[in-house]
């Protein structure tokens, strides 16, 4: 079930009984118990993707760097610490009372982690149990081995307001130089985590970013991570515990909606799911395809290949999920992999001076007319790549209109196909779970619309009326309606408008966002962003909330259950055939009457919504899969 359950009237058990006595089945002979179930399901389904019924706020951290933890230590059994990964010189550190501290008074105290190889970009992190009497603890980063010399990040003052000071400093032969210096108020707990990336070092208190610095001399690009600890007059009045380090790497400006912590919009519908429900329509026994209990009507093959067939189609035809992918920013034309269906932006990103900047997509017929030299720019010349010239032929593959200045990357967001589907491996349809669907009506008109003694023309034919109308319904459709960080609302834009009106929004000076762009279902892209943590809301159309046993309360309204019900009923009657089946086609009218009803109630009583909904949809009216359809094109 979703976080909410606002619908308690209705249990998933009462439900069942209520589709069962619409189809004079109350016994549940002809339609099973799991059956019944599934055919709810797929209509709370369907009239959340219709109505976009459940819209909710979820919570999650963006951040520009991702901190991998690599290893930790609680530091909280007494004793001296573990020799066989911890090194100590000066005083040696000891852990007295479950905390750790010096040995000696008044003299610095040292440990290195030495249970890994330390990557270049790292961090580490202690918690502070005690401070008094103007001490000082704190990381080392990229430390020579049992020398003094490195990074260090300190704390140094007394619990209290401003009683404190975050010091980055760099220590070579000499005294050590300080690069950074910020009062802060320290008390019991608080957690500090020192990292560095590149030459750039970022200081944190409770995970919230409190200063950066860089070196400008560049002295050391690795070495070892430990802790140190000078205590005075007692050992204990600077005491820490709970170690943790590990390695900064730089993350894309790309998140992932479905993959996001907290995320309202998972992808969980496996194509087994799907097997198993195209078995009930066909009167084959709904028990997957490993192994294969049906007729020899249909087999296993027959199923996986006609649903990875209409998933990659849906795929190719709807941008509902788009993948970032690089390549290297080399001269000529450059191949993509078989699997890339479609590439819908890219982007150049220099290694080196240059900010990020959008390529626009563009044709040979144009390259030709406006800019015909454009084939005799040499290899390696000055010069940043504005347009890119897709292939017309499979496999697909590009070229630039200019070399690129510079090494670095080209960023791609793609459409991909989904990996290959197997009868022992259940998998992921990377298809929105409100919108499988489509899927399955795609799938069962093939199956059904072969030549064979399976073939059924009149349902084959509601079948694939029934995906095209999902196709068309799912090139509109919404995800994002609105975003926050910290509570302030951010502008929603699409990917084209944001790359039409301000072409290096990606290399915008570091800072707190203030603009949050998205492609397809799934990707956004927060800008500007810094190396802070920043807390982050979502307003999306979630998955419908579904119920799982019995005893779940359905979550639908009382005024839209009836018509809920209506298609359950529709559904059931698929594998009826016939006219039994197409008796029911008011009923599935009916249910979609009411998912536009919902709608235009919406647009009634919130003046905006049309306004929001644009919004929303304007990825896909600024940078369309394809050109429009006439509408006698099936004429």
């Known amino acids: 079930m979703s976080q909410q359950a606002p619908y308690n009237y209705l249990t998933f058990a009462q439900a069942k009984q209520t589709l069962a006595q619409r189809l004079y089945d109350s016994t549940e002979t002809f339609w099973s118990d799991a059956e019944l179930g599934r055919y709810i399901v797929e209509a709370l389904r369907t009239f959340n993707a219709l109505a976009n019924y459940w819209r909710e706020d979820f919570l999650f951290p963006i951040n520009a760097n991702s901190y991998v933890p690599l290893v930790s230590d609680p530091l909280n059994v007494d004793g001296p610490l573990n020799p066989a990964v911890w090194t100590t010189f000066g005083s040696p550190l000891q852990i ?10 008044n003299a610095e105290a040292f440990g290195i982690y030495t249970g890994i190889t330390w990557p270049d970009n790292q961090w580490a992190e202690i918690q502070i149990t005690n401070l008094i009497n103007d001490n000082a603890l704190g990381v080392k980063l990229r430390g020579v081995h049992a020398d003094f010399r490195g990074y260090y990040g300190a704390i140094q003052g007394s619990f209290g307001v401003g009683n404190g000071t975050a010091l980055v400093t760099v220590v070579t032969t000499g005294p050590a130089t300080v690069l950074l210096s910020v009062p802060v108020t320290v008390s019991p707990g608080d957690i500090f985590r020192f990292g560095v990336l590149g030459f750039t070092f970022y200081m944190f ?43 900064i790497v730089k993350t894309s400006p790309w998140l992932d909606l479905t993959q996001l912590p907290n995320t309202l919009r998972p992808y969980t519908v496996e194509d087994t799911d799907l097997y198993e429900t195209m078995e009930y329509h066909l009167l084959e026994p709904a028990t997957g395809v490993n192994p294969w209990t049906g007729s020899l009507q249909f087999s296993a093959l027959d199923l996986i290949a006609a649903v990875q067939r209409r998933r990659d189609e849906i795929l190719s035809q709807t941008d509902c999920t788009l993948k970032v992918r690089t390549v290297p920013a080399v001269a000529g034309r450059i191949t993509l992999p078989d699997t890339v269906i479609d590439v819908r932006r890219i982007a150049y990103l220099p290694n080196v001076p240059g900010s990020p900047s959008v390529l626009f997509p563009e044709d040979t017929w144009a390259e030709q007319s406006y800019n015909p030299r454009y084939l005799q720019t040499p290899a390696g010349a000055p010069g940043t790549p504005y347009t890119y010239l897709l292939s017309t032929q499979p496999p697909l593959s590009f070229d630039t209109d200019a070399s690129p200045s510079y090494a670095g990357n080209y960023e791609l967001l793609t459409v991909e196909a989904g990996p290959a589907l197997s009868a022992s491996t259940p998998s992921t349809l990377l298809i929105p779970d409100d919108w499988t669907w489509v899927l399955k009506w ?51 834009d699409s990917v084209r408008d944001a790359d039409l009106y301000n072409t290096t929004w990606q290399g915008q000076t570091p800072g707190p966002p203030v603009m ?67 008796d029911t086609l008011p009923l599935m009218a009916r249910f979609f009457n009411q998912a536009k009803t919902y709608g235009l109630k919406l647009e009634e009583f919130a003046e905006y919504t049309d306004a929001l909904y644009g919004l929303a949809q304007r990825e896909n009216n600024m940078n369309p899969v394809s050109a429009p359809i006439p509408e006698d094109a099936n004429a």
Do not use: W
Request: charged share 15%; with cysteine; net charge negative.
């Open 442 to 492: 795609g799938a069962l008109a093939d199956l059904l619309g072969r030549e064979s003694v399976a073939g059924d023309p009149l349902r084959a034919q509601y079948c694939e009326s029934r995906y095209q109308m999902g196709l068309k319904l799912m090139r509109s459709v919404l995800a994002l309606l609105s975003f926050r960080v910290g509570n302030v609302p951010l502008q929603v």
């Open 96 to 105: 007295l009372g479950g905390v750790c501290i010096p040995t000696d008074i």
């Open 516 to 582: 949050v762009v998205y492609a397809g279902l799934n990707l956004i892209g927060v800008n500007p962003i810094d190396s802070g943590i920043y807390s982050a809301t979502a307003t999306v159309v979630e998955n419908a909330p579904i119920p799982v046993v019995d005893a779940d309360p359905v979550q639908v309204s009382r005024g839209d259950l009836d018509a809920v019900i209506d298609y359950a009923q529709h559904l059931a009657a698929f594998k009826q055939g016939g006219k039994e089946f197409t």
């Open 205 to 247: 208190q409770n995970d919230v970013l409190i200063g950066t610095a860089t070196d400008p001399n560049s002295l050391y690009a690795s070495g070892e991570v430990g802790v140190f600890d000078s205590a005075s007059p007692a050992l204990t009045d600077a005491a820490f515990i709970n170690f943790r380090g590990g390695e």
